[in-house]
């Protein structure tokens, strides 16, 4: 039996023709009926359509193990590790954060405004990948077109470790 809980991330951009817009993401992450279960490591990121990494939206790990040991597991975001991880100095200022338990959440990308708001127009995607310790790993892409010229929602599902993931974009 899947139980399914919600998280929505949020937060207010501008574009390059200094238009204010708002991005939220919202993922369904469902608690999964396992013997063990843990919370999952999830990264939430920007691609632009030559699929680079513009700017890491979110990296939600155990920040608090004693000396740094949840950063060993960050490589199990596989996708996430090869395009940016393995690049950065954990934690990140801004995007790094703990993992939430089940449930509603709302995140903001203090960090990630200035980027996002000189994105040119054109096609991109919001990648979200999950990774849980004895579970399995999702990667969900949700195509989005910037910047919005009304409010619009762009949608994928995930099988397992998420659910439905949903960008909704406003000007």
């Known amino acids: 039996m ?10 207010p951009l501008a574009s390059a023709q200094a238009m204010a817009a ?22 939430a990121w920007l691609e632009n359509a030559d699929q680079k990494v513009v700017t890491n939206l979110a990296v939600l790990y155990d ?3 004693k000396d740094k040991a949840g ?14 991880g393995r690049d950065l ?17 709302t995140l903001t ?11 040119p127009a054109g096609q991109y995607t919001v990648v979200v990948e999950a990774s849980r310790e004895a579970g ?3 990667l969900v892409k ?16 995930g099988k397992e470790e998420l659910g439905n993931v949903v960008v909704q974009v406003k000007p």
């Open 2 to 11: 899947k139980l399914r809980y919600s998280i929505a991330l949020g937060i």
């Open 22 to 43: 708002d991005l939220a993401l919202k993922l369904d992450i469902p608690q999964l009926n396992v013997a063990e279960y843990h919370k999952p490591y999830i990264a």
């Open 63 to 65: 920040v608090k193990k």
């Open 71 to 84: 950063e060993k597991w960050l490589k199990d975001m596989r996708q996430w590790w090869r395009k940016s």
């Open 89 to 105: 100095a954990m934690p990140v200022d801004g995007v790094s954060g703990a993992t939430r338990a089940p449930g509603e959440h």
């Open 109 to 119: 990308f203090p960090a990630a405004k200035d980027a996002l708001g000189k994105l």
């Open 136 to 138: 399995g790993r999702e």
């Open 142 to 157: 949700v195509p989005v077109a910037w910047p919005p010229k009304g409010a619009k929602e762009f949608s994928a599902k």
